[in-house]
Structures are given as structure tokens and as C-alpha cells.
């Protein structure tokens, strides 16, 4: 969600060079100001973006609507394509128990310790302080909260933590979050625009239960009980009821590896390999390019 002012740009340029033009939506702010004229004003680089006549709108469905928010500046479905991401299913598998073993030694944790983690950018709309207020009033001391992620907002997250279970590591190499995934026993996504992102997606594809909340279409992920939908209530009813989830599945083994076994088997048989990801794209680019 960047400020589309590059797409302003390829419109006049495919003006410029008489060619089809063909623009790419990685998710949107709008939804939630569609019917406050003020915000939109404050997001009028995006709002300019959709209003501009291009051929194809290719729009990631990451849970923040981009699709509604299209529709709503009156662009018809022909000209939409709405795709999740992908994830990388052709990676070799990463072995669990070495992956454990190797995050144990670096980050010197006792052998039985119950992993959380959570992964993003650590800015405001990511809401990692809900992580960090439930993980606050866990007194087990072999639960630990691993915070992968840098961003504006990590020296303020920094300082809420009471719990010195908590441990911040910074920006990591993609193979590297893929090895801390393939550790943990549990991974929490508790955004407030969207869940839906590579995060989660990869989260499942490493079979670790989820608790996440039921907005921004993460609904659409749901299947089997492959993860713990939570509702968007109250600051203070988010935190507990994440609070309880966490004892819940420490505790209960069986319910925590039913809803792991369901989540890897979603994320085989239902989210796209980018290789097929990627070539949907492709395919309409090259579309557009042989009518030109």
C-alpha cells in the first residue's frame, strides 16, 4: 500500500506511447474512508489511481477489499483481477525438529519452551502491541513470544513489554523467518486492516496453528478449523481472549496439532504456488501486450 503516485505515472505514459495500460493494486487503505469524503481527500493519490481508465485492474487480495473499494469507483468485474498472494511450495522442507533445535541453541532457550510468533513490519496498523499486552500476562516460564520485524514503532513496542519472555529479533533473511516458523507452535496475526497477507499464508504452509481476528476477509481462509478466528471486539477483549487462546493451545497438544495438520493441508490443496501465482499475472500482461 505505497502512495500510487508511480501509477499516475504509467497512466501518462501509456498515453504517451499509445499502449494498453494495466495497473497493480497491492492493497488499499480506502475501504474503511469510502464514505468519508475528508479521508479520501488525505488518500487522494490512491483514490486518484482508481479512477484512472486502465484496461485491467490486477488487485492483491489481501484482506484490505481492494475488489469493494474498485467496484465502488464503478470498475466492472471484467477488468478485475483479484488474486492472493502465493507462497513457495517448491522449497525444500524444512525439518522441524532441526529448526527447533537450531533457534533453541542461538536464542538459548530451555528445550521444552512453549514458541510464539509473529511476524511483520513493526508499525501501527500491524498491532503487535496486542501480542505483546497478552504475552504480558503469561506467567509460564517456558512461554517465549518471538517478535520478528523492524519498523518505526519497535523502540515504543520495546517499551510495553513486561514480560522478559518476550524477544524482539529484528529483520531476518525470508529463509530465515521460514526456519523460526518451522520451530515455533504457534503464530499470531492480529493486524487491524489485514491478516491475509504472506505471513499468514506461509504460516500455514509451515503447519502452525494460527490465532488471528475475523476481519479484513481472513473469514475466507477459514475451513475445517484450520486456525482460531477471533473476534474484533474491545481493545481489552482482543487482548484476553488472545491471552486465553495461547494457554489454551499450550496446553492442549491435540487441538494445537488437529488445527496445524489443518492448516498445512489448506495450504497445499487451496493457496497457489507463486509459480502459478505469478503466471496468472503474466498471462494478462502479455494479453494486453499482443493487443497492442
Not at 469510502?34 to 483514490?47: D, M, P
Not at 529484528?170 to 487491524?192: H, I, T
Not at 502452525?208 to 471486539?233: A, D, E, M, Q, R
Request: charged content about 25%; hydrophobic content about 40%.
Amino acid at each position: 500500500m505505497s502512495s500510487n503516485l508511480p501509477t499516475i505515472a504509467g497512466y501518462l505514459l501509456s498515453k504517451y506511447y499509445r499502449i494498453p495500460y494495466i495497473q497493480r493494486q497491492y492493497g488499499t487503505f480506502l475501504f474503511a474512508k469510502l464514505n468519508n469524503w475528508l479521508e479520501l481527500i488525505k488518500y487522494h493519490a490512491e483514490v486518484i489511481s482508481f479512477l484512472l481508465p486502465a484496461q485491467k485492474f490486477i488487485i492483491t487480495d489481501d484482506g484490505t477489499y481492494g475488489d469493494r473499494v474498485a467496484k465502488h469507483f464503478n470498475i466492472s468485474n471484467e477488468k478485475i483481477l483479484f488474486l492472493k498472494n502465493g507462497i513457495d511450495k517448491e522449497k525444500k522442507s524444512l525439518c522441524k525438529e532441526e529448526c527447533r533445535k537450531y533457534l533453541i541453541e542461538k536464542l538459548n532457550l530451555p528445550p521444552n519452551a512453549f514458541l510464539t510468533i509473529t511476524v511483520s513490519r513493526l508499525v501501527k496498523w500491524k498491532r503487535v502491541d496486542r501480542a505483546i499486552n497478552a504475552f504480558n500476562m503469561i506467567k509460564e516460564k517456558d512461554a517465549f513470544l518471538l517478535i520478528i520485524g523492524d519498523g518505526e514503532e519497535r523502540e515504543h513496542y520495546e517499551s510495553l513489554k513486561n514480560n522478559s519472555n518476550i524477544i524482539f529479533l529484528g529483520a531476518l533473511s525470508n529463509l530465515e523467518v521460514q526456519k523460526y516458523m518451522v520451530a515455533c507452535d504457534l503464530f499470531l496475526s492480529l493486524y487491524d486492516l489485514s491478516n491475509l497477507g504472506n505471513p499468514l499464508l506461509e504460516a500455514m504452509n509451515a503447519g502452525l496453528p494460527i490465532i488471528t481476528l475475523n476481519n479484513g476477509n481472513t473469514k475466507s481462509v477459514y475451513k475445517n478449523k484450520n486456525l482460531i478466528l477471533l473476534p474484533c471486539s474491545s481493545e481489552e477483549d482482543i487482548v484476553k481472549n488472545v491471552y486465553n487462546n495461547i494457554l489454551l493451545l499450550k496446553e492442549n497438544v491435540v487441538l494445537r496439532s488437529k488445527i496445524a495438520k489443518n492448516a498445512k493441508l489448506y495450504a497445499k490443496e487451496e493457496i497457489l504456488s507463486w509459480e502459478d501465482r505469478i503466471s496468472m499475472e503474466v498471462k494478462e500482461i502479455l494479453y494486453w501486450s499482443n493487443i497492442n
